[in-house]
């Protein structure tokens, strides 16, 4: 259950939200009441969300941003999907698999991602990109000069070296608030607890 409440469609003012509640979940459907979505996620993110329009106009106009943007997919799916894993939400992970497979990249390669570094079916740029992504999320930004070379000797130039990492940044920040607030599958008790002695 999320941490915050959920906005019911019959509630919902806003044309916009309306708009993603009819297309996700179907125009006659709550999804409060009815949950579940087509690719198997309770659709919290969504009803969450809808508490401030403006903030869910911003995030859907920033989901928005790289349509027709002239960065692989391949690439900005591998950012994401690390971004997803390396900030320990199931959820971006999740969809960011699903998202590389509607890409046509194969089963093995996308098991390989939570272990990049030791698996040999990256090419030069996407372990470039893996690297660039663990820089932005794992060490809060701190990108050796090495990556970006490796980014732009893979053909990235500097305008999709700044998409990369924006979109990279904005999915962290989707991992972080989706672990924060527990929405879809991040809607699970803290792994990390004390582990009692014997006899305690």
């Known amino acids: 259950m999320p941490r915050l409440r959920q906005v019911p469609r019959a509630e919902v003012t806003d044309p916009r939200i309306l708009e993603f509640y009819d297309r996700l979940f179907g ?26 329009p403006d903030t869910f106009r911003h995030a859907v106009d920033g989901f928005a941003l790289y349509r027709g943007a002239r960065l692989d997919p391949v690439l900005r799916e ?20 699903k998202a590389l497979r509607t890409l046509g990249v194969p089963e093995e390669r996308i098991a390989a991602i ?61 991992a972080t608030i989706s672990r924060a607030l527990r929405l879809e599958y991040d809607d699970r008790a803290e792994p990390v607890t004390e582990v009692p002695a014997p006899g305690a």
């Open 27 to 52: 125009p006659d459907r709550d999804p409060v009441a009815e949950p579940g979505t087509a690719t198997g996620t309770p659709g919290d993110w969504w009803t969450v969300f809808a508490l401030s």
């Open 114 to 174: 939570p272990a990049w570094a030791a698996a040999d079916c990256w090419s030069p740029v996407e372990r470039a990109v893996l690297a660039h992504t663990d820089a932005l999320v794992l060490d809060g930004g701190r990108v050796p000069d090495g990556v970006v070379e490796a980014l732009r000797a893979g053909g990235l130039d500097d305008e999709q070296i700044l998409l990369l990492t924006y979109v990279t940044c904005l999915y962290e920040m989707h």
């Open 78 to 97: 591998l950012g994401q999907c690390r971004a997803g894993w390396a900030r320990g939400s199931a959820f971006v992970f999740s969809q960011h698999c």
